[in-house]
């Protein structure tokens, strides 16, 4: 998913790329259009220019051959004279001709002037021809030519006389090449009459070579280059031809030239395929002398400045591309800063963490939701405080309940328990243990519901101890082969004789997990049995893997129901559970608790068949020596219980009781009754003070819970009070707070250890073999309940 950043930069970077194209584009086009237009009007222009300059000096030509015959024909009167009387035509030929050079010495390119007479009138050679000495100058008479040596149709020697007398009209003859003089050269003629009679004609041959220098010098570009064509499609000039092609000698490589400029209408720019292949644009005028005079450039090179301008156009959009871009960006970036920070404080909030500000000054739509993502964070904190006050207030109740429940519970258990040691009447003992099991599950309940409370407020820690593997185990199968005797069911063990002796590890949860998992495999199993499996996965120096399972053959758990069984107050199956006690609370417990220990809690469960609960637990080893057959190991176990069971004697020892409770005191009296201790007792923290300042007691037992001073201000007052000697005393809170972890606070508070009521007698014994002076206790055999 792109974020809202990049969309809004890729919408509007693809916009500005269309419109920058776009308008590149036209622009381009447009000024390509308009630059083409320009090209050819540039091209017409010059060959206009230098074509009007031609016809000037062509003009010139034949201004020069109309000055001549104007004044032959002013002297048309003596033209009587001229057919009889010798020496006036000598006189008239000699006047016209010295006019005649004088004019074609002014005449640019001139290199001929001539006059010549009807030869069938005056003689085949009458007449002058006069021509210039290329070397100095100079003009010279010349021999004219002998018409009667020629047939008057042989075009090439003598057209020059007979065409413009045929035609009657002055014209420009084709060019030719005069082998005397050896020069290409074009004649421009007038013919000559006189009272409808034929006189002859009067002419001047100029140079080609003016026309060649002038079309040479015409340019255009860098390879724009003029051409001179004759009427008769002889080329005169060409760039790579200067001294022209006759078109009899045209070759083929220069037929797509020829098609395309001689061949093309004059006054109008076309696009050609130049000699070479390349493309050119070819536009021609027509001279006054019949001549074509066409103009070529190539394309590339007319379209140079656009082809230029076309780039130049490409990199300014590109440039106005990126600017505008960067711009973009940087206003963009204005508008997303802000969304950024509320995503980041969102974030913030999501995580619980409600401190985060943000800056809510705006006035426009980020402003607005910016404020409402405030409103909306003060009013989930106040929300949170309130959930917070009711779910303290909830384990306030609770904690308060627990203690309230378990002092009548322990009353309760106490008596029950003095009734099992003291009646002699069996079935008075039989409604004794019954009182003492329920009672017992009870208070399992209410340990649940409490351990519960202390998960949902987060207080639940994992507090590791060193432990005896193999009693864990024992203690476990012992437990559960109890309530499974009952159900007649069969428990099996699968213990790993490699299990190291003793590990670090929360045992009080750990023996929860094996309780919940066990006792609900014997509750939710009729027939069969449950097997208890601990194998080692691997093991280093000093770490072990285990993989433990619980496994029955009970009523098993509905496919549609698996998805549920981890949540809290949750009974499946409700219909087939329904005789079956628990409050849906133990799975819910047990996971959270592996969960904390770094693991999993897993499980496969076949309806109608069994279950198997299963977990991964990685343990420190403090003994690494393997417990080896557990079975014999658990032999070893019964008999040493079997010896605490035989209960002691301590008439020399002093302890202090301190509970606010009366019928605590009795309680608890009565289950020391057969140990003779000599118990003191205090209802107050102020009392039990004064008692410890008179006398130093083997053994304080304090209760936490009292009115005025509790059990831990009691306790730092005696820590403080200089006239108490508590060197060597053991004390030992006396807790109804079963909450588990609450070892480590009694511990951390400066008690020496803690006992959960009800008292457990086997606990008590334990605690006080424990810390009695070993010269105060004597083995005594009494009779066990
Ligand atoms: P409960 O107190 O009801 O036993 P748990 O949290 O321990 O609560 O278990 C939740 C539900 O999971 C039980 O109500 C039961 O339906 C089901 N369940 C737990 N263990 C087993 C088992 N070994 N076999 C069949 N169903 C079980």
């Not at 220069?254 to 395309?260: E, S």
């Not at 707070?737 to 070892?743: L, M, P, V």
């Amino acid at each position: 998913m792109k974020s809202i950043q990049t969309r809004i930069v890729l919408i509007i970077t693809s916009i500005m790329i269309v419109v920058t194209l776009s308008l590149g584009l036209t622009a381009t086009l447009r000024t390509n259009r308009i630059l083409d237009e320009d090209s050819d009007r540039i091209l017409n222009l010059t060959v206009d220019q230098s074509s009007r300059e031609m016809d000037i000096m062509l003009g010139s030509v034949e201004q020069s051959v109309r000055t001549i015959y104007n004044y032959a024909e002013k002297r048309a009167e003596t033209y009587r004279n001229f057919l009889s009387d010798e020496t006036e035509r000598r006189k008239l030929i000699y006047d016209i001709s010295e006019l005649g050079k004088s004019i074609a010495e002014s005449t640019p390119g001139a290199i001929t002037v001539y006059l010549r007479y009807d030869p069938e009138e005056f003689g085949p050679t009458e007449g002058f021809w006069y021509t210039i000495n290329t070397n100095d100058g100079s003009w010279n008479s010349a021999e004219p030519t002998d018409l009667s040596l020629y047939p008057k149709d042989d075009i090439e020697h003598v057209g020059w006389y007979y065409i413009p007398i045929e035609t009657g009209e002055p014209l420009w003859m084709n060019p030719y090449f005069n082998k005397n003089l050896g020069i290409d050269m074009i004649s421009y003629i007038i013919p000559y009459y006189h009272d409808g009679h034929t006189v002859g004609v009067i002419g001047m041959d100029i140079d080609i070579s003016i026309l060649r220098n002038y079309t040479a010098n015409i340019k255009l570009y860098e390879s724009g280059r003029a051409y001179l064509v004759s009427p008769q499609g002889d080329i005169i000039f060409h760039f790579d031809y200067p001294e022209g092609v006759k078109s009899k000698d045209l070759t083929e490589d220069l037929m797509p030239f020829i098609n395309g400029t001689i061949n093309s209408p004059v006054d109008e720019v076309r696009t050609i395929t130049g000699i070479d292949g390349v493309k050119t644009k070819v536009i021609k005028k027509r001279l006054r002398n019949g001549m074509i005079l066409g103009l070529n450039a190539t394309v590339d090179e007319i379209n140079m400045p656009q082809n230029i301008l076309a780039r130049n156009l490409l990199l300014l959009s590109l440039l106005i591309l990126v600017l505008a871009i960067g711009v973009c960006l940087a206003w963009i970036r204005t508008v997303i800063a802000p969304l950024k920070r509320m995503t980041q404080v969102a974030e913030h909030y999501a995580a619980g963490d409600y401190n985060e500000n943000i800056d809510t000054n705006g006035s426009d739509e980020i402003g607005i939701l910016s404020r409402s993502l405030q409103t909306m964070s003060t009013s989930l904190k106040k929300q949170i405080e309130i959930a917070d006050t009711a779910n303290r207030s909830k384990s306030i109740f609770l904690a308060n309940m627990s203690h309230e429940i378990r002092t009548p519970i322990n009353a309760i258990l106490g008596f029950d328990e003095m009734i099992l040691r003291e009646s002699s009447e069996e079935e008075v003992k039989a409604y004794a243990a019954n009182i003492k099991n329920s009672g017992k599950t009870l208070l399992a309940l209410i340990n649940e519901i409490l351990d519960f409370s202390k998960i949902e407020s987060g207080k639940l820690e994992i507090d590791p101890v060193e432990y005896d593997t193999a009693l864990l185990i024992n203690d476990m199968l012992d437990m559960i082969e109890f309530r499974a005797g009952e159900k007649d069911l069969k428990i099996f063990h699968d213990i790993d004789e490699n299990i190291p002796s003793k590990l670090f590890g929360d045992d009080i949860r750990l023996r929860e997990i094996f309780t919940n998992l066990l006792t609900n495999a014997v509750k939710y199993t009729n027939t069969g049995g449950v097997t208890l499996s601990i194998k080692v996965l691997s093991s280093d120096a000093d770490k072990v893997r285990l993989h433990a399972s619980v496994s029955d053959t009970g009523i098993g758990i509905k496919e549609e129901d698996k998805e549920h069984i981890w949540d809290s107050f949750q009974r499946l199956d409700s219909k087939h559970n329904r005789g079956i006690e628990g409050t849906g609370l133990g799975l819910a417990i047990t996971h959270k608790y592996i969960e904390l220990m770094g693991s999993t809690l897993k499980f496969d469960s076949e309806y109608g068949h069994g279950s198997n609960f299963y977990f991964d637990l990685d343990q420190p080893i403090i003994d690494p020596a393997p417990i080896g057959d557990f079975e014999k190991k658990r032999k070893g176990l019964h008999k040493s219980v079997e010896i605490y069971k035989e209960g002691f004697e301590a008439p020399d020892a002093h302890i202090l009781l301190v509970d606010d409770v009366l019928l605590n005191l009795t309680v608890f009296k009565g289950l020391l009754k057969n140990t003779r201790i000599n118990i003191d007792t205090a209802t107050s923290g102020r009392e039990a003070i004064g008692k410890m300042r008179a006398f130093k007691y083997d053994i304080v037992f304090l209760d936490h819970m009292m009115p005025e001073m509790d059990g831990i201000e009691t306790m730092s007052h005696i820590l403080e009070d200089k006239d108490i000697d508590i060197e060597g005393v053991p004390i030992i809170a006396l807790t109804a707070n079963a909450i588990t972890g609450a070892q480590k606070m009694y511990i951390d508070n400066g008690f020496t250890d803690y006992l959960s009521k009800p008292v457990v007698p086997s606990k008590l014994e334990e605690l006080l073999r424990k810390y009695l002076p070993d010269d105060k206790i004597k083995a005594k055999q009494i009779s066990t309940p």
